[in-house]
């Protein structure tokens, strides 16, 4: 498997960085302003061919001034791309204070649009397709179903609105950070032994491999035979936006170029580290030259 497809979202993110977060009905300045491509289809892509996969992010945006944004953007990285239009371009509003908390809106837009219909005919044979959940659930189901024999699919289930048991079975990879873990198991993880806990839960459960992210305590796999922990790089954090992202990204990169899993959750960990060191999502992805300096 030597491509990887990202079937997934893409929006326009605009980040304002202010002292506190707004009341209803309060106007506060910002400090600072930032508008960026976001959604995690397009962030997982970019980590992706960041990372030196050959890298196609598919999905939908507006015929509007947004979507010629996410163009521009998306030319300047090393990605193919197969973009359709839909109605507006998928927005998200994001608003962090000096402490680092936030407030996010986000209008699905043409992501919401992407439909099996628009996949006919796109063939995809032996690589590594990447899903999460900011598309429509029937597409994603029609994703395993088409794709899901003649291709690796790693599936995030972010965000965890609806929990689809078809796709997550059909998946070979399930990586849900702590949060969606917890969700997905029914059991709060608030240690590296709930995390293995409820790693096992889901293996049962879905019968496949279980990458859970543990943010500032690595990663860990249940592939059913073993569970291995995955320590975390020591880094000095500034803003965790997108690092699961960017970890997804990575360890798909890494899987076309070695067989080995464990190398390749060390790297996406490695990697993921480098993105919480700078501020936004994909402007702090690394290269995967950056990884091989810092941590060689
Ligand atoms: P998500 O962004 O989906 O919530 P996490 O917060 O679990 O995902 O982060 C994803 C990965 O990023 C982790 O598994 C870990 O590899 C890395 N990571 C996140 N925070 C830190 C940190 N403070 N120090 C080192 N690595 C981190």
Known sequence: ????FVIGSINVDILMLSDHLPEPGETIKAGSFYVYPGGKGANQAISSAR???NTTLIGKIGNDYFGSLIKDFIGKENLNSIIMYGQKTGMAFINVDKNGKNMISVFSGANNDLREEDLKDIKIDNSIIMLQQEIPMDTIEYVIKTYGRNNLI???PSPINEINDFVLSGSDYITP???EASKLSGMHINSRE????ASEILYKKYQTNIIIKLGSYGSLLNNGNEIRYFKPSTVNARDTTGAGDCFNGAFAAMLTKTSDVNKSIEIANMAAALSVTEY???PSFPYLNDVKTKFN
């Open 194 to 197: 709930d995390a293995f806990k």
């Open 280 to 282: 936004g999502a994909f």
């Open 177 to 179: 950070n702590e949060v």
């Open 51 to 53: 990372m030196g996969a």
């Open 1 to 4: 498997m030597n491509r990887v």
């Open 154 to 156: 790693i599936t995030d």
